[in-house]
């Protein structure tokens, strides 16, 4: 069955320093890759998404991600983190004929000063 | 252009009643999901409308329900609310089928006491 791991709960980085967000999914095609960041009591906000092409992304905020096939993994990064990147941050693949998002369960990051 | 709006924002039920949440996507949208959010579960699908019919459906029992109006705009609605219905309900439209990513709204925060 298709699936999405995001092995970290919480993450702690100092402002100022680098973000790795880790993401693996479960699939046999190259699915529809997402990362969406929700803060406190929001919706959800797009931060840049994957369907071919450069395997490196960028997205809005400073953030960018990197596919890599061969360990189905989609890893968010940000090279200098921001207080205000306080947030929770959610992978997503699309996949399958109904095209059906399938979430992974979040990561929350929080911001040392 | 104007983001998807999501109305009532915070609501208060009892056991037992009934409620109907609304959700105006973003004009030109065709499709809505409804998604629901707690703490324990993380983010599970509720359905997903497109042009007025049900495309997907998650594993909710037939309590939940929803529908597509013609100008897109969507209701979802949960009958004999159970403590358990307390949640943050998302509202996510998009063109299509999402390729280019879901916009949501801020959601409704329901609260069955």
Redesign the interface.
């Known amino acids: 069955a298709q699936s999405v791991t995001q092995p970290d709960i919480h993450i702690t980085v100092s402002e100022g320093a680098s973000l790795e967000l880790r993401c693996n999914y479960s699939y046999g095609a190259t699915p529809?890759l997402?990362w969406?960041v929700q803060s406190p009591?929001?919706?959800?906000?797009?931060l840049l998404?994957y369907?071919s092409g450069d395997t490196l992304v960028q997205g809005i905020k400073g953030f960018e991600a990197e596919f890599k096939r061969s360990q189905s993994s989609f890893n968010l990064r940000k090279p200098s983190v921001h207080w205000s990147d306080a947030a929770e941050y959610?992978c997503a693949v699309?996949a399958g004929s109904?095209?059906?998002?399938i979430?992974g369960?979040?990561t929350k990051l929080i911001i040392k000063p | 252009k104007a983001g998807?709006t999501?109305t009532p924002r915070y609501l208060i039920k009892t056991r037992g009643q009934q409620v109907t949440l609304s959700c105006s996507p973003i004009s030109g949208h065709r499709s809505v999901?409804w998604y629901q959010q707690t703490p324990g579960q993380?983010?599970q699908?509720l359905f997903?409308y497109f042009s007025e019919t049900q495309?997907?459906k998650g594993n909710f029992p037939g309590r939940f329900s929803g529908r597509q109006f013609s100008n897109s705009r969507s209701e979802m609605n949960v009958s004999t609310l159970e403590l358990g219905d307390s949640a943050l309900y998302?509202c996510?439209s998009s063109f299509d089928?999402?390729?280019?990513?879901?916009?949501?709204?801020?959601?409704t925060?329901l609260t069955v006491v």
């Open positions: 529809y997402f969406y009591g929001q919706g959800l906000q797009l998404k369907f959610f699309g109904n095209y059906q998002l979430w369960a979040g | 998807v999501q999901s993380g983010l699908f997903e495309r997907n998302l996510a089928r999402g390729h280019d990513g879901y916009t949501f709204g801020s959601g925060r």
